[in-house]
């Protein structure tokens, strides 16, 4: 396939470079797109140096267009890029219309089927959140949903990385904090405020984590309330979770399908200090999940614990897997 990756130089970009080399994926040709800014850089693919290039206003030269350069960029040249290409669309530019499927792999493959050239990739705090609970779902069916989020830095891409790594030297140097991505200084702090606030008191980033739900686990009735949480690490969206479940559910039950669930990494054994954790899920391509416990606020429900790496689970990897399915036909 030829491969278009727009906004290659940001953080998810250098990821899907990464991703695409190591999961072989069957590149015949690279294009490598970013603002006029970049042009003339390159990047290593597979030991080669890549030029990057603007982007320009036309439709681009390859059968597939990875794209993670904003949501305003999505928006201005998808339906361009859709003329001659299939677009993986990574910004929520398109993730909420109808006839967009919006895809993760593990869970709504069969979604894919009717697209017409734009494919929307999840917001990654929801990608990270449902490979846990979508097999508990389908095991238990979950009515309610609490999420609180522990959500890193790179979430705003390079910028929001370079400024916690500064702006911690500039802490400890006993300096001022400067702070332009986030909305005050994230080096020891957190900040309750990821994008922008809504009517109804919650974040646009908290909705998303509710619409996206809804439709990536086609069910519009499962109610979800989240409280989303800037916290200064570099990679890594953790989530501590609260399901209450319509049918019978417990700790051991919930082990069990989460064992068996493709994506996950069952790291549950308290015993032995063995959680999910930003320091173990950094890079890793499964989400991280334990702490699984019985509810103590609903009568049957389970507290759990999960930490993804969102440049991965959360963007790049679902990105290439979603390219994957392209390639073969849609059984599930
Ligand atoms: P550039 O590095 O040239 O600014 P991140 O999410 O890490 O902030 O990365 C954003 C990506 O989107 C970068 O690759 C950035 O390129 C790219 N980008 C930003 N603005 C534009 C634009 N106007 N046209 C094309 N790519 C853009």
């Known amino acids: 396939m030829r491969i278009g990756i727009v906004g290659a130089t940001g953080a998810v ?154 702006g911690t030297k500039e802490f400890l140097a006993g300096h001022p904090v400067e702070h332009k991505t986030f909305a005050y200084p994230l080096p020891f702090n957190v900040i309750p405020q990821i994008d922008a606030f809504q009517e109804n008191g919650y974040t646009k980033e908290e909705m998303k984590v509710l619409w996206e739900t809804q439709k990536i686990m086609e069910d519009p009735q499962i109610r979800v309330s989240c409280t989303a949480v800037r916290v200064p690490t570099l990679r890594v969206h953790s989530e501590a979770v609260t399901v209450e479940f319509e049918h019978p559910v417990s700790p051991e039950a919930a082990r069990e399908v989460l064992r068996a669930a493709p994506g996950v990494d069952l790291v549950d054994d308290p015993t032995n200090r063995r959680y999910p954790m930003p320091l173990t899920a950094t890079g890793k391509f499964n989400v991280e999940v334990g702490r699984i416990r019985k509810s103590l606020a609903f009568d049957n429900g389970l507290d759990f614990f999960v930490a993804g790496d969102q440049l991965l689970k959360g963007a790049a990897l679902n990105a290439v897997q979603i390219a994957e399915l392209l390639q073969k036909p849609i059984t599930t």
């Open 13 to 166: 970009g250098k990821e899907l470079l990464n991703v695409l080399e190591k999961r072989n994926f069957p590149v015949s040709e690279l294009r490598l797109y970013a603002s006029a800014r970049s042009a003339g850089r390159s990047l290593l693919f597979r030991g080669k140096e890549i030029p990057v290039e603007a982007l320009p206003e036309t439709p681009l030269p390859v059968d597939v267009v990875l794209a993670s350069a904003g949501g305003g960029i999505s928006k201005r040249y998808a339906p361009i890029w859709a003329m001659q290409s299939v677009v993986i669309d990574n910004s929520s530019a398109f993730r909420y219309e109808p006839d967009v499927p919006l895809i993760v792999p593990e869970i709504n493959a069969h979604a894919m089927r009717h697209h017409k050239n734009i494919i929307a990739n999840p917001n990654c705090t929801t990608a990270i959140l449902l490979m846990a609970l979508y097999p508990l779902h389908k095991a238990f069916k979950a009515r309610r949903v609490i999420v609180s989020t522990y959500q890193s830095a790179s979430g705003a891409g390079a910028s929001g990385m370079e400024e916690l790594l500064h």
